[in-house]
């Protein structure tokens, strides 16, 4: 039994919508009617812009249903060095939020060393409850000894849903854990919600590089696991008296056969770009035109007090090193303020800057898509705009 | 030793455009490349290989044409290659993914080293290596963008993290997925352009893998996609006129309105 795609042929107007939108070349017109071929991955694209409704993605034949012993939402609560990731209180607040409509208590699951103090911000930042594991051999991340870890604490809690920061360390383990566990995961999402009449997590995020988002659920198999990008959701505000409690949990180490092991880790300061907690960035591209005109963008980004970002183009031609790349092969950021000079905003770029919540887009072509997602536009020659921005700014007192 | 390589087919990317009246993709006219980040895993195979003797196998679940990219890895050096392919794989998700690519490695077995690219750039989940390794129970590593050493039993790699490395040493057999910093990967030969040519390939599909219908394709799948849609622009654009004095000015104050500025830029003119 192989799934198709069911195409209504009395309700098709013969737009040929579905064909252009296609990301997989799977649909022809024969005889005015769309036809499917076996590039089809099934993805719905077509069955979301056919005018007529003539196209439906078939469903998944239901199953049992899911196991209803799990209740609650987890959060697992990164941390490196003793120091919590931002991403851990953006979860926890979302996390509240769903906790409080569906029902149900909100826990965190924290791996490491000395974990008193990590934890007790936790219970400040929301948790109901934190289950620790304070180990020795998890004091740098494996994705063996982590993955095992919230495997075991997961069938001991039951969690209905488990959310992580989609980070190096959440997106490398938790699709571990995921296959353990025997449930479905979602990476990367960009929102979430419930449909409290079913109980079912509501999973948005971006594929083909942004340019389709898609929601996802998980209807059979629980928990509902997602990785979250950092900086997409808010951070609450913490309590000063907490009501929660922190639950020492015990690992059974005896299926942890210690095939990786951790050496070293090494910290490259010189790549500590922070691009990703900056407030303010201000990003160079390929309009920069050579090395040395990075300096403008480094003086209006220290008066604005930001960090530098560049596009891939500006990276490959070898004008700034790679730990500032912003896009889909760099780095993810969402500041309040973005300037983008020079870049011209491809795809690539757009991904990974475009849900900063102010954008200003300064290029010489008028064409350019970064102005597609800009908030303001300055169509101009960079080289004069550039240094008018600096010279009003200091002006100011800046 | 074995070294076994995933390959993913997908459409180019960098050949993808924006309509821009719907915010939806032109994809007519697009061709489908091996995914970039998969030439760099072939390239990390075929440099042990090359040092140390074996073979490499490329590995790829897709409709019938993926089979174009198992020749092109041929063309850049791959050794031998199979092909998982049924309409029951269509609409997989990386659940029922990695559980087809599971049972063909198993068909490939043994082998010393599986490799991946860090993702997909179609659909940019990273999800599959790490699941197909915890489906052959291995030990692997993610982001690797350096291997120091390879022995007989084990492999010695360096993991990029956000704020530099990591050193790990895994034992062997085991799965590694990498990233572009990891090498530069080579062009394809003629000599492997001629093989590529007449290379058999042999081809599974769920029957061959003793795979359910129920475990392969949609049907396999733990994660249902309800809606995919345009992402909203949700931006009010305002293109600033004027010369460009005046345009700067206007930005200094739009910003300094929305309180991302802390100075007062309003009598600097």
Redesign the interface.
Known sequence: ????LLIDTDLCSGCESC???????ALSMADGKPLV?????????C???CPEGAIR?????PAAGPDPAYRGVMIFAEQ?LGRVAEVAFELLHKGRELADTLGVTLTAALLGRELDGPARELLRYGADRVYTVDDPRLE?????AY?EALTQIIRSVKPEILLAGA???G???I??T???VG??????CTELEIDAEKRLL?QTR????????????????RPQMATVRPKVLKKGAPSDSPAGEIVPFNLDWSGI?G??????????LS??VRL?EAD?IVAGGRGLQEAKHFSLIRELAEL?GGAVGASRGAVDSGWIP?AHQVG??GKTVAP??YVAIGVSGA??HLVGM?SAE???AINSDPQA?I??????????DLF??VP??IR??K???? | MHIIVCLKQVPDARQVRLDPETHTLIRQGVESIINPYDLYALEAGLRIRDERGGKVTVLTMGPPQAEDSLREAISYGADEAALLSDRAFAGADTWATSFTLARGVEKLAPFDLILCGKQAVDGDTAQVGPGLAERLGLPYATWVRKIEAVEEDRIRVQRLMDDGYDRLEITLPALLTVVKEINEPRVPSLKGKMRAKTQKIPLYGAADLGADAGQVGLSGSYTQVMRVFAPVRRREREMLQGPVEKQVHDLWVNLKNRQLIPFDVAGSR
Do not use: H, W
Request: charged share 20%; glycine share 8%; with cysteine.
């Open positions: 039994m192989s799934a198709t064909v252009s939108v296609c990301p997989f070349s071929n076996d590039q089809c991955t099934l993805c719905g694209a069955a979301e812009i993605v078939p469903e998944a034949a490196r740098g991340f494996t994705d063996e993955g980070t190096p360390i997106r490398s383990f699709p571990k995921a296959t353990q449930t479905g995961l979602t990476a990367d509501l971006p594929a083909f590089g942004g340019n389709i988002m898609a929601t996802i659920t998980c209807p059979q198999r056969s095939k990786t092991r951790l050496l070293e880790i090494v910290e490259e790549e500590k990703a303010v604005l790679y889909q092969t309040k303020l795809v690539q475009q102010t954008i200003v898509p102005f597609d997602v800009a908030t303001y536009g300055i169509v101009g004069e705009v008018e921005m009003q700014l002006a100011a007192g800046g």
